[in-house]
Each structure stands twice: as structure tokens, then as C-alpha cells.
């Protein structure tokens, strides 16, 4: 089966048989059938130069192919500037998973829309990703998602799944900054 076909089927936000041990206690801060938000906090031994770095320019190193469109994160790609696209390229196909809003260099990242099966349902989201260095090397990034509008479907139910795949790409993100970027 194609992997849009199984991202179609299973949706973006599939949890996959592999074992997944946050390094952050998430939380669905708040939650209707009209919409959710979530938000986490997750140390990174890393500088906020660096994390920075890894959410901007590096996306496609770390994003999980799972949570793809096309089947394989190299293909994800950030454009760091109002009105940037957080895309997924695969020759002719795309996908516009959000868009950027507001950038504020080593502090802030700010994207709007619906990820993955989110982007069917007509709803509206807002992510942030907040840096704050806490020493040289040592960053904590907040994540937020609040998710709302109107859609036949209770949105409350999805907020668990989205909270999960959200742990998930933080995660690989953090191993990714500290490991791989701090060592070039």
C-alpha cells in the first residue's frame, strides 16, 4: 500500500508498534468538540542557537516519516519567514503542513493550520515553539497547539493522538540537536 494511501487510511497521527518514553509531561491543557490546546515544556542540552537551528533549518533531519505525507521526513522543509511554508516536497507532490506566522530568531516560531488529517476537518490551529535559554547550553523549548472551528467531528477525541505525535517529533528533534547538530 502506497504511503499516502496508508496516510489517508491510518492518519498522520497513527501511533506506530515503537516503544515512545517522553522526555516531557505533556498536557491537553484544554479540550471541547470545538477544539483543544496542548502545551509541553522539554529541557534540551543544547544552545538556543542550535535548537533554534534544528527547528528551522534542519526539520528534515529529525522529522519522523511516519507522521509524513509521502512516507519520509527528509522531505520536510521549513522557510523560516512570514508567510514560509512548512512543507513536504516530493517531486511534484506537496503538502502544506502549516504556515509560517512569525518568526523571532533563537525565541520564537509561530505556524498556523491543521497537521496531518487535521488539515481535512476545516479547523484552524496556531503552534508556537518557544525557546528560552536557560545557560550556554541549555535550552528549554515550549510547545503549543491549540486546535479549534467548526467540524462535524469531536474534536476532543483527537487531542490525545496529536499531543502523543507531537512528544514523538519533539523527541526526535531533541536527539537530533544534542547527538547530531552539536557534533558538526
Known amino acids: 500500500m502506497g504511503h499516502l494511501v496508508k496516510a489517508l487510511l491510518y492518519g498522520t497521527f497513527a ?6 518514553v517522553p522526555s516531557a509531561v505533556a498536557e491537553v491543557v484544554d479540550s471541547s468538540k ?3 490546546t ?3 515544556k522539554q529541557a534540551i542540552n543544547a544552545s538556543v542557537v542550535d535548537v533554534y537551528s534544528g527547528l528551522t533549518e534542519n526539520v528534515g533531519e ?3 516519516d511516519d507522521h509524513t ?12 519567514r512570514a508567510g514560509g511554508c512548512f512543507c513536504e516536497i516530493f517531486g511534484d507532490s506537496q503538502a502544506q503542513h ?3 506566522a512569525m518568526i523571532i530568531p533563537n525565541q520564537l516560531v509561530r505556524l498556523l493550520g491543521g497537521l496531518g488529517p ?3 476537518e476545516g479547523v484552524s490551529g496556531v503552534m508556537e515553539w518557544r525557546l528560552n535559554n536557560l545557560a550556554e547550553t541549555s535550552t528549554e523549548l515550549t510547545v503549543f497547539y491549540r486546535v479549534g472551528g467548526y467540524t462535524p467531528n469531536d474534536l476532543s477525541q483527537w487531542a490525545p493522538a496529536v499531543e502523543s505525535v507531537l512528544q514523538q517529533q519533539m523527541a526526535a ?6 547527538n547530531d547538530l552539536g557534533a558538526r
Do not use: C, P, Y
Open 15 to 20: 501511533i506506530t508498534g515503537a516503544s515512545f
Open 34 to 36: 470545538q477544539g483543544f
Open 38 to 40: 496542548i502545551e509541553f
Open 62 to 64: 529529525w522529522w519522523l
Open 69 to 80: 505525507w509521502f512516507g519520509n521526513g527528509q522531505n520536510m522543509q521549513l522557510d523560516a
Open 98 to 100: 502549516l504556515q509560517v
Open 118 to 120: 487535521l488539515q481535512g
Open 173 to 178: 528533534m531533541k536527539t537530533f540537536v544534542e
